[in-house]
C-alpha cells in the first residue's frame, strides 16, 4: 500500500517540511505536509499535519479528520470500522486525500476563504482522544494516543499563529467528536483569541449497553479540567466545552437518524432520534442545524441541504 501511495506521488506530491520545533515556516501559496517526529499513529509509525497558511490572515481554520473508531481486537482489525489503522498517515496519503478538495477548504466558495487552513489526520481510532497503547492482537500493538498526537501538534500551531484572533475547530463524524471533546485544550493553546467549535455530523449521544465504557477503557481518555461526569455521560462533556470555550461558539450539524452513528452507538434511528432532541438542548439555540434523514457528513457537498451555507456563514460571523 505505502509503495502504491509513493508511486502516485511521484507526480502529484504535496510539498514537505521536515520535522523540526517552534512555529511552523511554510509557504501560503498552498498546502504542504509536515512531519512531527513526536507524533504516532495506531501502528506506531509517525504523523503530521497539512497546512495553508495565508499572509495576512487573522482567522486560522483548524480541521480534524475523521474516519471512524475502533477499541478491541474485532473492530480495529477484522471489522476495521476505523481509517488509517494498520498503514498509518504520512505524507504519500495527504498528497491523495480527497478531503482536502471539500468546499471548506476552497478559496473562491468557503465563508473562510480568508483563513489560514491547518488539516489534522486520524489515524489512532480513539476520536483524537486516546492516551494510551493496547495489545488486542499479540506482537501488535494498538496506539491509541490521538491526544497527545494534539498536543503535539498545538504545541507549533499555538506559536505559528500567536496573532490569530479567532480560530475556529471544525471536525466531521470522528473529528468532530474530537473536536468537541478537546475544546479546552484548543482554548488552552491559543488563550488569545476566539476560539469556535463546529461538530458535523458528531452528536454526543449516549451508546447503549456498555460501549462507552468500553471505549473509555480502551483510549483512557484525559477528562478536561474539572469534568467528573464526563466518566458518566455524553453530554458532559458538550457542557464542559461550553463553559471552557469562555465566550467561544459551540456549534453542531447533524441529522436526526444519522445512519452511521445510529449503528456506531447500538441505536435504532428511532431512538438516535431522542439522543439528538436530548443533545441539542446542551446547545445554544442558534448554534444547532438538525437536519431530517439519516445522512452522514455535511461539509463534504453543501448544495444539497437546504440552508447549510447560510448557516455556516452565521456561525463563522
Not at 73 to 79: K, P
Not at 283 to 310: I, K, N, Q, S
Request: glycine share 10%; with cysteine; charged share 15%.
Amino acid at each position: 500500500m505505502r509503495l502504491v501511495l509513493a508511486l502516485l506521488c511521484a507526480s502529484a506530491c504535496v510539498p514537505s517540511v521536515g520535522a523540526s520545533t517552534g512555529p511552523i515556516v511554510a509557504p501560503a501559496a498552498g498546502w504542504s505536509w509536515v512531519e512531527f517526529d513526536d507524533t504516532r499513529c495506531a501502528n506506531g509509525t509517525p504523523t503530521g499535519l497539512g497546512i495553508n497558511p495565508r499572509e495576512g490572515a487573522s482567522d486560522v481554520v483548524i480541521y480534524l479528520m475523521g474516519g471512524g473508531a475502533c477499541w478491541d481486537a474485532g473492530s480495529c482489525f477484522f471489522v476495521k470500522s476505523a481509517w488509517n489503522i494498520d498503514f498509518g498517515y504520512g505524507a504519500a496519503q495527504f498528497s491523495g486525500e480527497r478531503f482536502r478538495s471539500i468546499p471548506l477548504f476552497d478559496r473562491a466558495l468557503s465563508p473562510f476563504a480568508d483563513a489560514s487552513f491547518v488539516y489534522l489526520p486520524y489515524c489512532t481510532g480513539d476520536l483524537h482522544v486516546g492516551t494510551t497503547t493496547q495489545t488486542y492482537v499479540q506482537g501488535r500493538p494498538t496506539s491509541h494516543v490521538g491526544a497527545q498526537n494534539l498536543d503535539a501538534f498545538l504545541e507549533r500551531l499555538a506559536p505559528t499563529f500567536a496573532n490569530a484572533r479567532r480560530v475556529f475547530v471544525i471536525g466531521t463524524s470522528a473529528g468532530g467528536f474530537g473536536a468537541q471533546m478537546n475544546a479546552w485544550r484548543f482554548k488552552a493553546a491559543f488563550p488569545q483569541a476566539e476560539v469556535h467549535v463546529l461538530a458535523d455530523s458528531a452528536a454526543m449521544v449516549m451508546p447503549a449497553g456498555t460501549r462507552w465504557s468500553e471505549w473509555f477503557s480502551a483510549w483512557k481518555p484525559e477528562l478536561p479540567p474539572g469534568c467528573s461526569g464526563c466518566f458518566d455521560t455524553t453530554t458532559a462533556w458538550v457542557d464542559s466545552a461550553r463553559h471552557d470555550l469562555k465566550g467561544g461558539r459551540l456549534a453542531l450539524v447533524t441529522s436526526a437518524e444519522d445512519g452511521l452513528l445510529s449503528t456506531f452507538t447500538g441505536k435504532s434511528g428511532v431512538e438516535f432520534h431522542a439522543g439528538v432532541d436530548d443533545v441539542v438542548t446542551h446547545f445554544a439555540a442558534p448554534d444547532t442545524l438538525v437536519v431530517p434523514g439519516a445522512r452522514h457528513v455535511f461539509l463534504d457537498e453543501w448544495t444539497t441541504t437546504p440552508g447549510f451555507v447560510e448557516w455556516l456563514r452565521q456561525f463563522r460571523n
